[in-house]
């Protein structure tokens, strides 16, 4: 149909748990061993976690220079004009990704596959209306039960994302077409004067 998809990586849930570790530990704590906590896990972050991450985005980099996750800060950031920081779990980082991948990445649609009675699911299903209103893209939120094919749902949104790419596509062909002469199978001699 051709649509790209992009899975959260497991890294996304480590840097989350993290990160909220440090939110926690910053509105719940006082004092040096508040201090000391928040050091230790701003350093587990980005001198441990970080570091692999980015030796893995070295190996993958022939195949995914061009692919690579948004910080998680960021992600929050987004995620938490939709929902509090405090509400704990994947939909807000779900929310969080879908706004930077159209804002950021250029992302043309938001497809939210989720499990059938998924909370989080449900939860982002709710709210994605209002983010496709916002950010002026088309969301579709399947749920999976292993019935039936969900994915048809895809094919009309995927033909009105794909059609103005087709378009250009096409007059990009038509301008390299007009701007190539026409080589004749046989060079006479007049033709090689009017060369000269």
């Not at 749920?143 to 007059?171: C, K, T």
């Not at 038509?174 to 701007?179: E, L, W």
């Amino acid at each position: 149909m051709g649509g790209e998809a992009w899975l959260a990586p497991i890294s996304e849930w480590i840097f989350y748990t993290n990160h909220l570790r440090h939110l926690l530990v910053k509105e719940q704590e006082r004092g040096p061993k508040a201090i000391i906590e928040r050091a230790r896990i701003w350093l587990e972050t980005r001198y441990f976690f970080n570091r692999i991450e980015h030796n893995y985005y070295d190996l993958a980099s022939p195949v995914l220079h061009d692919r690579h996750e948004h910080p998680i800060d960021q992600v929050l950031e987004e995620g938490m004009h939709y929902l509090p920081w405090q509400f704990e779990g994947e939909a807000v980082l779900t929310l969080g990704r879908a706004a930077l991948f159209v804002k950021k990445d250029g992302a043309k649609a938001i497809v939210n596959a989720s499990p059938m009675f998924c909370m989080p699911g449900t939860i982002t299903t709710s709210i994605f209306p209002q983010l496709e209103k916002e950010l002026g893209v088309p969301v579709i939120c399947n749920f999976y039960d292993g019935s039936g094919d969900p994915n048809m749902s895809l094919v009309p949104v995927m033909h009105y994302v794909a059609e103005p790419f087709r378009r250009d596509q096409a007059s990009e062909r038509k301008k390299k077409a007009a701007g190539t002469q026409r080589i004749p199978h046989r060079v006479t001699r007049s033709m090689l004067r009017e060369a000269e």
